[in-house]
C-alpha cells in the first residue's frame, strides 16, 4: 500500500481577520446609512399630547426660549414641501417663473440628493430653500440624535447640492400655529435650540388628498387680510391637481391685494439671513454622505440577490431531506436483508495517544457479535502515553499492535492495512466505540460487488453540556440525516473515519491511503466513487465517537475538517469534467452547503439584524421563527430516525447565537488557509473519555457480549 506524502507548514494566516473586520464594518455601516436614510411616507398624523398653541407660524430661539410670530398683514409666503420631484418640481417652478413669484421649498434630503440640479434652479430662480427632514420621518417619534441626524444629512444634501445651507426647516406632518402640541413643541423646542428658524403653516391647501382644483385654490387661498405660510406640495405623489391650482392660488391673493415672497423676505430679514454659502469641507462631507448613501441603497438588494436563491435551495434542501430519509429507511433494509453474511473482515484502529479511550474502543471490537473470523490490527503511530503498551496488556485474542514512527493517521491506516490478510476492510479511530451489531451491519452492503465502501451512523458519545448536546445534534442533523439523502443520490462525499468498511480491491484501485490532504477519509471517498465504486450508507452501524468539549478543540478539529474538505475538493475537481454523480452532484453539494453559505452566513446574520432595526421586524421574526420551527422540526424526526431521545431539542434554537458563528468562522479561516496555499499541521484533540451513562463501561461490554 502506497501512502502519498505532502509538504506540512505550521503557518496560520491572521491578516485576513482584520480585513474580515473591516469589510463587515463597511457592510454593517452601508446597512445602518440605508435603513437612516431610507425614505418614509407622506400623509398625517394623530394629535400627540395636549394642546399648546403658538402666537404665529415662524418658532425661532428668543432671548427667553422660543419665540414665535406670523407674517405681517397683506404678505403671503407660498411654501412646497416634500420634493423636489423630478416630475412635478420642473412644474411648479415653471408656474412661478411665469407669475414672477419667489417662494420657499422645504426639500427632503433623499429627494434632494437624487435631484441636487432641481435644488439647485430654486436658488437660481431667487426661492428659498428649507429642509424637511431626510426620510420624512415625523420627529416627535424619533429620539433626539435622530432627529438631529435627519437635519443634518439634509443639510449636506442641499450642500452638495447648491453650496449653501440653510436656517429654516419644517417638520413632516406639521401642524398650524394653533394645533400646536406638547411634543410639537418640544420638537420646535430642540430645533429652535440647535439654530434652526422652524416655518409652520397658517394655510394648508390640503393637497395631498387631491380634493380637486377648486378645492385646493379655496383652502388655500387668502382668510381675509392676515397674513399667512401657505403650505403646498411639489413631491411626495401626484402633484398634478397643485400645478392647475397654483395659478389660482396665486391670483387669489394678488386679488386681496398681499404681496408674495418667500418666508425670510416676508419677515423683513436680509436675503442671506436663512441661505449662506457652506464651506468646502461641508460641501465635500456632503458628496461624501449622498455617495455613500446611493451606494448603500443598493446593497440589501444587491446582496438578496445572493442571499434569497440560496434560502430557498437551502429550505428545498431540507424538505428533500425530511422527504427522502424515510425512503433510505427502506433501501437500505432491502440492501442489507437480514444482515446474515459473515465473510472474513479485518479491523483496522490507527492510534496516537489514545491511552484515554482506547481499552474502550478494543473491548468493545473484542466484544462484537459478528459471526465471521475477525482479525483486528492496532497501529501506534508513535504515541507517547502508553497507548500501545495499554493495549497489549488487555491480552484479547485476535488483537495485533503494530508499532510505528509517528507519521500521521494516513500513513498508521496504510501500515495496518499492509497487516491485514482479509478482502474486507473495517477502520475506526481510536477513539470510537462500537456497538455489538456494528461490524456485522457495516459490511453487509459490500456483499454487492459494486460496493467500494460503507460509511457508518456516528453517534457522539460525550453528549453532556451545552457544547456536546450542540454537537449531538449536529451529528444526527448534519452528517447522519445528510448521508441518508446522499445515499439516494449516489454522491457519498464522505466515509467517516470512525466508522467505514471498506473493499480492499477498491482501495488498491486508487492507490491506497494518502497523505495528500488532511482529510483522508474524504480524500479516499472520493477517488473510490472516482473509480466507478458506490458509496453507501448504513444507519445500524452505529459507532460511539468522543466529540471536542472546548471551543478550542472544536475549532481546531473543524478547522482542519474544513480545510482537508478543500483539499480533496480540489484535488478532485476532474469529476466534474468527468460527468459523475460525484462531480455533477456531490462536489457542488459540498462547495453550497458546507462553504458558500458559511461564507454568507454572516451577512445574513447582518441582514437579520438590519430588518429587526429598520425593516419589519415582526416579519422578520416571524420568518426566523420559521426556519427555527423547521429546524426543530427535522431535528427531531432525525431523532425519531436514530431511536433517540428528543430532549436535547431545547437546546437547538441555542445553536443559532454562538455555535453557528464559530462554524461558519471556522469556513472563512479554512477558506482563507486554502486560497493562501498553506498547509496545515495534524492537531491532536485532547481525549478524556465517552460517558459512561451512554455506553456502559468497558467491562459491562465485554461481559455483555463476549466473542
Known sequence: MKVRAARVLARRPSAHWGLLAVLLLCLIAALTLDGLTRGGGTGTRALRGSPAPLPGSVVYQGSEGIGARGLPDRTAALTFDDGPDPRWTPQVLDVLKREQVHATFFVTGEAASRHPELVRRMLAEGHEIGLHTWTHSELASLPAWRARLELSLTQLAVARATGHTTALMRPPYSSTPDAVSTEDRRVLRRASDDGYVVVLSDRDGQDWRRPGVAEIVRTAGPDGGRGAVVLLHDGGGDRAQTVAALPGVIAAYRTEGFALSTVSSGLG??????????????????????????LSRWLPGSVNLLVLPLAALMLLR????LGLAGRHVRVSTRRVGTGDWAPPVSVVVPAYNEAVG????????????YAGELEIVVVDDGSTDGTAD????????GVLVVRRVNGGKAAALATGIEQTSHELLVLLDGDTVFEPETIRWVVQPLRDPKVG???????????????????????????????????????????????GAFRREALDAVGGMSLDTLAEDTDITMAISRAGYQVVYEERARAWTEAPLTMRDLWRQRYRWAYGTLQCVWKHRGAMRERSTLGLIGIPYVLTVQVLVALLSPVVDIFAAYGLLFGDAQQVLLVWGGFQLLGIVSAGYALRLDGESLRPLWVLPLQQFVYRQLMYLVIIQSVVAALAGLHLPWHKLERTGLDAEVLGSPAEIAVAHPR
Open 390 to 397: 495499554l493495549v497489549e496488556s488487555l491480552a484479547l485474542p
Open 358 to 369: 482506547i481499552e474502550a474502543s478494543i473491548r468493545s471490537l473484542a466484544a462484537s457479535t
Open 453 to 499: 465502501a460503507v460509511s457508518g451512523n456516528i453517534k457522539v458519545g460525550n453528549r453532556h453540556g451545552l457544547l456536546g448536546r450542540w454537537q449531538h445534534l449536529e451529528y444526527v442533523m448534519g452528517f447522519n440525516l445528510d448521508r441518508r439523502v446522499q445515499d439516494l443520490f449516489g454522491f457519498i462525499a464522505t466515509v467517516p473515519g470512525a466508522c
Open 318 to 321: 431540507t424538505v428533500l431531506v
Open 269 to 294: 430679514l436680509a436675503p442671506t439671513a436663512a441661505v449662506r454659502p457652506a464651506g468646502r469641507f461641508m460641501v465635500a462631507e456632503g458628496h461624501a454622505i449622498v455617495t455613500a448613501a446611493h
